[in-house]
DNA sequence: GTTTCGGTTCTTTTT
DNA sequence: GAACCGAAAC
């Protein structure tokens, strides 16, 4: 059964849809259904007769990744099997996977994700004798590495900048920055921006690759375009330099990814870069009622650099935008409960609301109020699941099993032994060669007698869990070894440890079942740290994300709408946040958040405007409201003052 | 010499 | 929370 495109898309997505070959940019404000184009344009593709092996589609969540295919296999069918689809990172990581021995790595580099690359920035200012307490933290540091991979700048310019007055020797910094390159190349790991940069490298460096892939790619489509940065836009371009099938969707005023490289002027830029460009706009928003596109387009309008575009309602006027003055962060959470259980009662569900706000800590005396009065909510973590100490922890095992050179992974593990911390960690691994191979006879009684006496009979029940097998039934059943390590050891260990052990022995169990996708041990461990989230549809247990009242930063509400949104801490340097003003050049960004937030609402959108916050202390600090909502005209909204006495 | 523990401080945003 | 620091405990 063909699909009737013109049914099922307006005039300007259809256009962008049966776009001509060649480079494509579509301009996609924001609620005008540019999900929908990238899936019909996908399952389009399809029904011209394209594989779906010869399609890239890249985009920045692994969720958008997982939706769009998940759509376009309901137009298309078993068709698009075969479809690449992921990030950057996951498909820089798919081809490095083959190619990375051409740079001079193993194929099976281990992955860094944020915290350990974290601990290893932190060990090398150790071992340089940096770490002071004037010296920048590791994090810092961190980010400041990232950001000079992710903009192509060296790394002592963009300390120079981030550091500014501050009294911060940059000799030392790149110091530190050395020894880290040098650990990570010695450990045959790479961090989230190695895949980047080395995924470019071989782009750039092995023309048989890059050609390899030019061949196989024949259209490739990226969504969210505004927020590749300069290795992205340059990895996309190479690839898409011989076929120049390219067709990137995206929507500058929601850009907000400029601190971590992301650069709209590719997204601008593109016309210039493509003359034989076609362009679109995608300007009929569907999502919300007139009223919230109204203070929409009425913010944003003042930002500079941008195509101008107007979103157009199609909906139906309701009321305005709602501006709530209160007296506290306290006045506050009391509030955004009470008009939550006044939705509920005119027939919201839970999951048609959300609540947005800067920061995660804004949300905290909301969340002991949603806690005391009994409601239900989850919360969009500052903590990726992934990245939890107890999920980290079980995988160590398994880990060092797959790779018995992870020194990382190695000194996790021992590091859960009663009297093991990192000096007697460093030094077993040391004496063990930098390998450690359980399955091998030698090395149990070695280890034993290495452990401090108290550490000796956890190590016995550890080594009695592994299973009879060998590494070869662990790399095809890593489930099993994950359940039999947490049965023999890590059950009491979280007892032991965690207030909440119950919880989190609930996300291992939900953490074993998510290996069933994975056909080997490798294949989990290589994409475990590049994934976010364990997906709503997953098997995790407990949760009902979709039906949960949701509580969500605005970068991590983008892409997403509700029925009602209620967004906190409209102040001065807080939404704004200050130290975003102070690290970017101007507010424009903070303004683009603002209107991501804005543009999240379908019919009622609450902007809370507290008079006073707490410091530590005990005093209280007089707040300003935001810029963002003085700024607009006040006829935009119906303001409300609640809890004046 | 190490590990562990308790107190203190600070929380931007994420692949 | 969780990261850090200093001090007590092993």
Known sequence: ???????????????????????????????????????????????????????????????????????????????????????????????LRRHAGELGYKLDYTILDQDEACSLVRTCARELKLAGPEFPKADVLLAVFSLAANVERPVLEVAAEHFGEHAVNLDEVGRVHAAYQARKRALHAMDFDDLLVNGLRLF????????????????????????????????????AERRRNLLVVGDDFQSIYSWRGADFANFLSFPRRYPDVTMFKLETNYRSVPEVLD????????????????????????????????????????????????????????????????????????????????????VTSGVRFFEQAHIKDVCALLRVLVHPADELAFLRLLGLLPKVGA??????????????????????????????????????????????????AVAHDPG?????????????????????????????QGLINFTARYATAEDFLSEMALMTNLDAETEAPGV???????????????????????????????????????????????????YVAVTRARDELYL??????????????????????????????????????
């Open 544 to 594: 009902n994300g979709t039906s949960a009242l949701k509580l969500s930063s605005v970068h991590q509400a983008k892409g997403l709408e509700w029925k009602a949104v209620l967004v906190l801490w409209l102040n001065e340097g807080l939404f704004p946040s200050h130290r975003a003003l102070a690290e970017a050049a101007d507010e424009s960004e903070e303004r683009r958040l603002f």
């Open 608 to 645: 809370c405007v507290p008079e006073v916050r707490r410091v530590r202390g005990g005093g209280v600090m007089y707040c300003v409201p935001s810029r963002f909502v003085t700024e607009v005209p006040a006829g935009l909204f119906a303001e409300e003052y609640v809890g004046f006495g």
């Open 480 to 508: 099993e070894l994950l359940f039999r390590f947490t049965a023999a050891f890590y059950e009491q260990y979280a007892a032991r440890t965690f207030e909440n052990y119950a919880r989190r022995l609930e996300d291992i």
């Open 204 to 239: 750039r460096e092995q023309p048989g690759v890059l050609a390899h892939y030019q061949e196989q790619f024949q259209y490739i489509l990226v969504d969210e375009y505004q927020d590749t940065n300069t290795l992205q836009a340059e990895w996309v371009d190479r690839l």
């Open 423 to 472: 000096q007697t960690a460093g030094r077993i691994w040391g004496k063990l060669g930098g390998r450690f191979e359980p399955y091998r006879p030698e090395v149990e009684p070695l280890l034993l007698d290495l452990l401090p006496p108290a550490a000796r009979a956890p190590w016995r029940a550890i080594a009695a869990a592994l299973p009879p097998g060998g590494p070869e």
């Open 1 to 95: 059964m063909p699909i009737d495109f013109e049914q099922a898309l307006n005039a300007e997505q259809l256009a962008a849809v049966r776009a001509p070959d060649g480079p494509v940019l579509v301009i996609a404000a924001a609620g005008t259904g540019k999900t929908r184009t990238l899936t019909y344009r996908v399952a389009w593709l399809v029904e011209r007769g394209i594989e779906a092996r010869r399609i890239l589609l890249l985009t920045f969540t692994n969720k958008a990744a997982h939706e769009m295919l998940e759509r376009a296999g309901g137009l298309v069918g078993e068709a698009v099997g075969g479809l690449w689809g992921g990030t950057f990172h996951h498909m820089a990581n798919r081809m």
């Open 295 to 378: 203070l929409a387009n009425a913010c944003i309008a003042g930002n500079p650099a941008q195509f101008q575009k107007t979103m157009h309602a199609v909906r139906r006027a309701h009321h305005k935008p709602a501006l709530v003055r209160l007296r506290d962060g306290d006045a506050q959470a009391r509030y955004v409960v009470e008009r939550i259980r006044q939705l509920l009662r005119q027939g919201c569900a839970p999951g048609d609301i959300a609540v947005l706000y800067r920061a995660h800590f804004h949300a905290m005396e909301l969340q002991l109020e949603l806690t005391r009065q009994q409601l239900p909510f989850v």
